[in-house]
């Protein structure tokens, strides 16, 4: 319906136009940035290495402590496990002695070997005294 020759208002932007419009995304930055965060892993890790390897000295000091005490006291160790066979053979030479005190010709003590080595005596024969 056109009206006789009245052209209609328009509407037309304010001076100066209109602001522009926002449509970028504009998030912000969240966190720290990835060259950071790998060399942060690093310093961690160098650390931990720097752990694992100072345990690892201290255990084999520890180690070595050990090892040296237990050479140390091994004689004494050895000595008194000596004592306790020389123990347990007189107790047996006093048993063999009992024994065949009737029996002529019997040396107590002799060994039965014929040498003159020294030959340890099994446990078996240990376990009674």
Same mark, same amino acid.
């Given at each position: 319906?056109?009206?006789?020759?009245?052209?209609? @208002?328009?509407? =037309?932007?304010?001076?100066?136009?209109?602001? =522009? !419009? *926002?449509?970028?995304?504009?998030?912000?930055?969240?966190? %720290?940035?990835?060259?950071?965060? +790998?060399?942060?892993?690093?310093?961690?890790?160098?650390?931990?290495?720097?752990?694992? /390897?100072?345990?690892?000295?201290?255990? #084999? *000091?520890?180690?070595?402590?050990?090892?040296?005490? #237990?050479?140390?006291?091994?004689?004494? +160790?050895?000595?008194?496990?000596? #004592? &306790? /066979?020389?123990?347990?053979? @007189?107790?047996?030479?006093?048993?063999?002695?009992? /024994? =065949?005190?009737? %029996?002529?010709?019997?040396?107590?003590?002799?060994?039965?070997?014929?040498?003159? &080595?020294? !030959?340890?005596?099994?446990?078996?024969?240990?376990?009674?005294?």
């Amino acid at each position: 319906m056109a009206s006789g020759g009245v052209s209609p @208002k328009q509407d =037309m932007p304010p001076k100066g136009g209109y602001p =522009m !419009v *926002e449509y970028q995304r504009n998030l912000p930055r969240r966190g %720290v940035s990835g060259v950071t965060m +790998i060399v942060g892993s690093a310093a961690v890790m160098a650390f931990g290495f720097f752990l694992v /390897i100072r345990g690892n000295r201290h255990r #084999r *000091e520890l180690k070595q402590e050990r090892l040296e005490a #237990r050479h140390f006291v091994r004689p004494l +160790i050895q000595a008194e496990e000596d #004592r &306790r /066979i020389l123990r347990c053979l @007189k107790g047996l030479e006093y048993e063999e002695a009992k /024994i =065949m005190k009737d %029996v002529p010709g019997w040396v107590v003590g002799e060994s039965v070997y014929h040498n003159d &080595r020294w !030959v340890t005596p099994n446990r078996d024969q240990l376990t009674n005294y």
